[in-house]
């Protein structure tokens, strides 16, 4: 089977545990086994988060760098840029909103979480001055300290800084570029490793949740999963289409009659990557885009435009955090917008890179990273939809670049 059957056959088999040993409480049984699931489930999430900052920091570093390799700095990528960050404040922004709006997973509080969170401190108490000099304090620190206290935020800015050195300094540091392309792929490697664990390891983490929580934790998933979909199918049908007509000028008829092999694939692979191939022939050959701009706005937009995925890594985030009775401020929402929008950059579009970066967007506002089991059943289910508006978007973008960016030459190296 492969790993998507296995978690989902795990899943419904943790689950189904978790009935049985609802049926045996103040038991041996009952004892036993919580402590044999506690054990499993701390393993496979321990390993998560020790692979967690070495894989942010060399996606992040590898995905800037390779910016260079994408074209020159001028118009059109400042066009290109301005779109995938617009369009990503969109997602983000109807993300947050919707999860707002239906306020999924409220009232459940699940105390099997709390000892996970009761080491964070919430700047409830701060006032926005005085959050925004804690925040620079504890961004821009030293990147050993970042990387030994596990602080996601300054690791990313690290990061973000080494990239542009890199980008900068060209061909001077290309053996660099390279050691950190190959450090990334032994990161992936070891995440691929990790993943074979995963199965075993949601199952132990929901049978854990269904046996010492209340069981409308599953009426509240499926509710989140609805609400989820439902938000990303309104970006990919009203929001980006609207965005085509206004600054494209493109029919949104035209646009998905063209797309529409590309879209289907995206839907069925779940990777905008393998899509890749098929979004630029689209563009091409249906939607009239210069190969030279197809060439260099698809590519970049695979690494830098994931709107689905931004705005379901945002909602979910309120949504654990409904589940666990914490009310996120205004700061801490912004944290997740901003780690959601960073989160995406450079990281491959595979379920086991998604899994670690939705752990970062978590842990960055102190939620526990154990409540990703809580989403992995759904999460394959979801992928499908969002990689989908993931495509789409870089389709789109790169109909809106080629109107503006006409009179510009695109050099690719």
């Not at 700095?73 to 400042?78: E, L, S």
């Not at 060209?170 to 664990?197: A, C, N, T």
């Not at 069925?268 to 009239?288: F, G, I, W």
């Amino acid at each position: 089977m492969s790993l998507n059957t296995q978690i989902l056959v795990a899943a419904i088999i943790g689950i189904a545990f978790g009935f049985l040993l609802n049926l045996y409480p103040d038991t041996a049984f009952f004892q036993h086994s919580l402590y044999g699931l506690g054990i499993i489930s701390s393993i496979f999430i321990g390993l998560l988060k020790m692979l967690l900052i070495p894989l942010i920091f060399s996606s992040i570093v590898v995905g800037v760098s390779n910016l260079q390799a994408s074209g020159q700095f001028g118009r059109v990528w400042k066009i290109t840029a301005l779109c995938c960050l617009t369009t990503t404040t969109l997602a983000l922004i109807l993300g947050i909103g919707c999860a707002h709006l239906f306020g999924v997973g409220k009232g459940m509080d699940i105390g099997i979480f709390s000892e996970a969170m009761s080491n964070h401190q919430s700047p409830d108490t701060l006032s926005p001055s005085t959050f925004f000099t804690n925040f620079i304090q504890n961004t821009l620190i030293n990147p050993f300290k970042a990387f030994s206290d596990g602080n996601v935020l300054a690791v990313v800015v690290f990061a973000l800084f080494i990239g542009a050195a890199l980008i900068k300094g060209g061909d001077r540091f290309q053996s660099v570029r390279v050691l950190s392309l190959q450090f990334f792929d032994i990161m992936m490697m070891l995440v691929g490793w990790v993943m074979k664990l995963a199965p075993l390891g949601i199952l132990a983490l929901l049978a854990k949740l269904i046996a010492t929580e209340d069981v409308k934790i599953l009426n509240s998933l499926a509710e989140f999963a609805l609400v989820v979909t439902g938000t990303t199918i309104f970006h990919g049908a009203v929001v980006l289409p609207l965005l085509l007509w206004i600054f494209g000028k493109m029919n949104p008829i035209t646009f998905f009659k063209g797309t529409r092999l590309a879209l289907i694939t995206a839907f069925a692979t779940s990777s905008s990557s393998a899509t890749m191939p098929l979004s630029m022939k689209c563009a091409q050959e249906n939607l009239k885009v210069r190969p030279q701009t197809a060439g260099f706005v698809i590519p970049l937009g695979t690494q830098l435009n994931m709107d689905g995925t931004a705005l379901y890594e945002a909602a979910a985030a309120l949504f654990i955090a409904n589940l666990v009775g914490m009310d996120l401020t205004l700061t801490q929402q912004l944290i997740v917008c901003l780690t959601a929008m960073i989160a995406s950059l450079g990281a491959p579009g595979i379920p086991s890179a998604g899994m670690v970066t939705m752990i970062m967007v978590l842990q960055s506002v102190g939620l526990p990273a154990e409540a990703i089991a809580i989403l992995l059943p759904i999460d394959r289910i979801l992928d499908t939809v969002r990689t989908v508006v993931n495509v789409q978007g870089d389709m789109m973008i790169s109909v809106v670049v080629d109107r503006y960016a006409k009179s510009d030459s695109i050099e690719t190296s």
